[in-house]
Nanobody
Framework: QVQLVESGGGLVQAGGSLRLSCAAS????????MGWFRQAPGKERELVAG???????YYADSVKGRFTISRDNAKSTVSLQMNSLTPEDTAVYYC???????????????WGQGTQVTVSS
């Protein structure tokens, strides 16, 4: 069992930056593949970035070059640094964890409650 708590969301102007953090509790954080998802109103939830236990990283095309995912296994945290934000990045952002060995978009077992990111134009 893993509990995930996101923080760091807020309101920012276009072109600005935010850093999201996700604190995990429970066993074996380092074993899990971690992902950041987002869901905008009226849109499907999408995987924004993922990081495996071995440090392999995935980014959605829409955020490549702007977002950076990282993890600190000693602190059981995963972060998402978001730069050059645009209004299209406005969404609720979720941290999630899944077992390793399957594709980036396969089922995630544990989810945080989400944190709102709003980018004003």
């Amino acid at each position: 069992q893993v509990q995930l708590v996101e923080s760091g969301g807020g309101l920012v102007q276009a072109g600005g930056s935010l850093r999201l953090s996700c604190a995990a509790s429970g066993r074996s954080f380092s074993w899990y593949t971690m992902g950041w998802f987002r869901q905008a109103p009226g849109k499907e939830r999408e995987l924004v970035a993922g990081i495996s236990s071995g440090g392999y990283i995935y980014y959605a095309d829409s955020v490549k070059g702007r977002f950076t995912i990282s993890r600190d296994n000693a602190k059981s945290t995963v972060s998402l640094q978001m730069n050059s934000l645009t209004p299209e990045d406005t969404a609720v952002y979720y941290c999630a964890a899944k077992s390793p060995g399957t594709g980036w978009t396969s089922k995630y077992d544990y989810w945080g409650q989400g944190t709102q990111v709003t980018v004003s134009s």
